[in-house]
Structures are given as structure tokens and as C-alpha cells.
């Protein structure tokens, strides 16, 4: 019974409309990054390396997949949890404000399978959309553009990984970009349980990812114990692998403490659904 569960889940999502908003607007950006560095980056490259050329000499292939694929994983992840949120704030919320709910309710299977299948489409809609960015920028990138070394221009400077190097970090950074949007799905999912309409908890989620970014921002005393904490300082953990050397801690507490928000978040979630009334 969970199993058909989940599976009428992802076919409500793949029926909505703005289930497509996201992945077309993925597309259509990648596309243009595409595009725009096809016609114009070698004025790119040029300058990011022009601070260095006095005391290094690059050769070979700068301008390749593996940079383009980096550009566009950060120019794009940034705007990905709204995408997301777009579909997993409605997951509940749409079926309270249709008035399904009630006939979802009376299947025979319990509430908090319900609302499992749920998130388990919401996080299966989450990894196609990255999977498509993936196939956008690594390997559209690497069609367009060729291999190479990959250069990276970071707070400790200018950083060389060779091709071969560049793979394994990519998987890595892909896999938790993921845990990270996983976040934003539970969190958009979790208001959407306190809502009867739609837009409530999508817009919900953003004011607490915008609230929290200006929170990390604040450099005062009373919010230092606070910081670490927060899940907006842990979704970028993706790019710590690409530095040299290699973050292991940051990376696994960046990863437990995201962990920490969905587990709390989804047992909040569930407990909230299980008390949802849906006789008014």
C-alpha cells in the first residue's frame, strides 16, 4: 500500500504544471551560460587569470567543461531551493486547499505513511531536477566545451585540480547539493502542514532562508553560538570540495548538523499531520 502510495505521489507531481516551471527555468539559464561563455569566455577566463599571469603561465585548455559545469553549479544552486519549494510547499497544503484530503485520509494506511510517501516524491522530484543540472552542466559542458584541468578562484586563492582530480568531486558536490535541497524540500513540506493554501508555506520558506542569510551576516556577540547552527550556513557545503586540502571536518558536521534540520523537521512534520483536522 506505501509503495502505490508513493507512486500516485510523484504521478500528482509530474500532473502539475509547476512541477515543469523549475526544470524549464533550469534549462533555459544553463542554456544561456551555455551560450554566453561559448560566444564570450575567453574575456572570462581572462579575467580570472589576469591578477595571476605576472607569476604564473597557464596552458591548455582553461576554458573547458569542468569550469563551465562549476560556474553554472554555483551560479544556479542558489536559486534551485525556490524551484523546489515551488512543488514540496504544495505537497499538503494543495491537497488541504482542493479538499482532497479528506478522501486521501480515509484509505487504509496510516497518516504518517501518507505524509512519508509525500516527502518521498517531494525528495524524488528534488533529485531529478539536480540530476538534470548535473546532465546541463557536466556533461552538456564537456560536449560544448571539452575536458581540462579545472581552475577555481576561492577566498585562499587560485586553485589548479588536474582532470583527472575533478570527477570524484563533482559526484560528491552534486550528492550534497542534494542533502542540502533535501533541507529545503522538508522545511517547505513541514509548513506546508500548517497551511490550507499553497502560497503560505512557499513563501514561508524563503522568508526563513532570507531571514537566516541576514542573520549569518549580523556580526554581533549575542548571535555567535547561534551561526553554526543555522541550516542556511551549511547549504553550500557542496563546494568545500573543491579546496586543497580537503575539509573532511567541516564537511561531515556541515553534513550532521543538515541532517539534525530534516530529522527534526519530518518527525515535527509528521506530528503535526497526525493532529491535522480535516472535518473543518
Known amino acids: 500500500m506505501f509503495r502505490k502510495n508513493f507512486y500516485n505521489e510523484c504521478i500528482k507531481i509530474i500532473a502539475k504544471p509547476r512541477s515543469y516551471i523549475g526544470i524549464g527555468a533550469i534549462t533555459l539559464i544553463a542554456v544561456v551560460i551555455l551560450l554566453a561563455m561559448r560566444i564570450d569566455g575567453q574575456s572570462f577566463i581572462s579575467f580570472i587569470t589576469r591578477p595571476f599571469e605576472q607569476s604564473l603561465v597557464f596552458e591548455g585548455n582553461i576554458l573547458n567543461g569542468n569550469l ?16 523546489i519549494a515551488l512543488v514540496t510547499g504544495d505537497l499538503v497544503s494543495g491537497e488541504a486547499a482542493m ?46 566545451f571539452g575536458s581540462g584541468d579545472l581552475v577555481v578562484l576561492n ?38 502542514c500548517f497551511s490550507d493554501n499553497s502560497i503560505g508555506p512557499i513563501v514561508s520558506t524563503m522568508a526563513i532562508i532570507i ?38 571536518g567541516k564537511i561531515i558536521r556541515s553534513s550532521f548538523i543538515l541532517l539534525f534540520h530534516i530529522i527534526g523537521l519530518l518527525s515535527f512534520a509528521i506530528y503535526k499531520f497526525n493532529k491535522k483536522d480535516i472535518l473543518t
Open 68 to 83: 563551465i559545469a562549476f560556474l553554472i553549479l554555483q551560479m544556479l544552486i542558489v536559486h534551485v531551493p525556490l524551484l
Open 99 to 144: 479538499g482532497t484530503i479528506r478522501l486521501l485520509l480515509t484509505k487504509p494506511i496510516s497518516r504518517t505513511s501518507v505524509l512519508v510517501s509525500k516527502y518521498l516524491a517531494g525528495c524524488a522530484y528534488t533529485f531529478v531536477m539536480l540530476v538534470w543540472l548535473m546532465f546541463l552542466a557536466l556533461v552538456m559542458g564537456k560536449i560544448l
Open 155 to 192: 577566498s585562499s586563492g587560485l586553485i589548479i585540480f588536474h582532470q583527472e582530480d575533478v570527477l570524484w568531486r563533482f559526484v560528491c558536490g552534486f550528492s550534497l547539493a542534494f542533502l542540502s535541497l533535501a533541507m529545503i524540500a522538508t522545511l517547505s513540506l513541514t509548513l506546508s
Open 211 to 248: 531571514l537566516f542569510t541576514i542573520i549569518s551576516t549580523l556580526d554581533l556577540p549575542v548571535l555567535h553560538n547561534i551561526k553554526p547552527f543555522l541550516f542556511t550556513n551549511h547549504l553550500t557545503v557542496w563546494q568545500n570540495f573543491f579546496e586543497d586540502p580537503l575539509p573532511v
